[in-house]
């Protein structure tokens, strides 16, 4: 561990009724990068994000977190909702995002302390929240179309206020798992441009299988096979790895 650790997952095992997902992974995520975890599938990535979010409950080991200026904690065994207050937000596969409601609507949602749907819409912003939206939604290149209704966005665009509504809550780590899995590669190639831009403010982790993807945005690159890690590194030498290679042939790019 050093001063630019934000996370350490310290020797993860989770069986599932003797199947070992994941088996002894062990890793540490530097505060301000873009950290990929890749593999082909049923390599333990979801469940690693499940392990750090303490949706499951590892085998064995534990996960820490290192939050800027307070002390360490540890996450296993902690409840979920605890979790996401601490500052680790996580966005899931399946989209969130109310089609009904604006884009600035959907982030007033988001915002902490905001309960509840009649609450959020009924109870206006302050002009700092309203100013934190605005800067948020920038980021993500979405500042247009603040007033458009969610359900019209193109599907890039809702996975772009996805993030945006983890952002809102100023999270110290933000979670993605597959968050170009459907676009083209102009939206892909957007999505790790705003990835660039997060991680300034924040940690990101994210799962992806888009080979170009990583090598646009990745600081670190972990990959698993069968809930091992078999290659941790930047993009380059990790991609060029001969074992990284074996794996990842014959199964595409998923
Ligand atoms: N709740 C569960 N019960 C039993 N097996 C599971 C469960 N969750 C995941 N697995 C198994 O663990 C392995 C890793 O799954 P997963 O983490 O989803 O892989 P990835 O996200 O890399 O595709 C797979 O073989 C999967 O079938
Ligand atoms: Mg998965």
């Not at 070992?20 to 540490?28: G, N, R, Y």
């Not at 680790?88 to 409601?101: A, D, H, Y």
């Not at 665009?157 to 968050?179: F, G, N, R, T």
Request: with cysteine; net charge positive.
């Amino acid at each position: 561990m050093n001063t630019a650790t934000v996370l350490e997952i310290k020797d993860i095992s989770v069986s599932f009724d003797g199947f070992f997902a994941l088996s002894d992974v062990k890793t540490s995520v530097r505060r301000n990068t873009v950290h990929f975890f890749i593999g082909p599938n049923g390599a333990g990535k979801t469940t690693l994000l499940d392990i750090i979010c303490a949706k499951t409950k590892p085998t064995s080991g534990t996960v820490v977190f290192y939050p800027k200026n307070r002390k360490p904690m540890r996450l296993t065994g902690m409840k979920e909702h605890k979790i996401v207050n601490e500052g680790i937000g996580r966005k899931f596969q399946v989209p969130s995002v109310f089609v009904n409601l604006t884009v600035e609507e959907n982030m007033i949602l988001s915002l902490k302390g905001h309960k509840g749907i009649r609450d959020s819409i009924f109870k206006k912003p302050s002009d700092e929240e309203r100013s934190h939206i605005n800067h948020i939604l920038k980021k993500v290149g979405l500042e247009k179309q603040m007033h458009t209704r969610a359900g019209i966005l193109s599907h890039g665009e809702k996975q772009w206020l996805e993030i945006a509504m983890q952002l809102v809550q100023k999270p110290e780590i933000i979670m993605l798992d597959e968050p170009a899995a459907g676009m083209g590669k102009p939206e892909t190639f957007k999505t790790g441009e705003i990835l660039k831009e997060i991680k300034k403010s924040c940690t990101v982790i994210v799962i992806e299988h888009d080979m170009d993807f990583v090598k646009q945005c990745a600081d670190t690159v972990t990959v698993l096979h069968e809930g091992r890690i078999i290659a941790e590194g930047g993009a380059g030498e990790v991609l060029a790895d001969k074992t990284v290679q074996s794996v990842y042939l014959g199964r595409g790019e998923e």
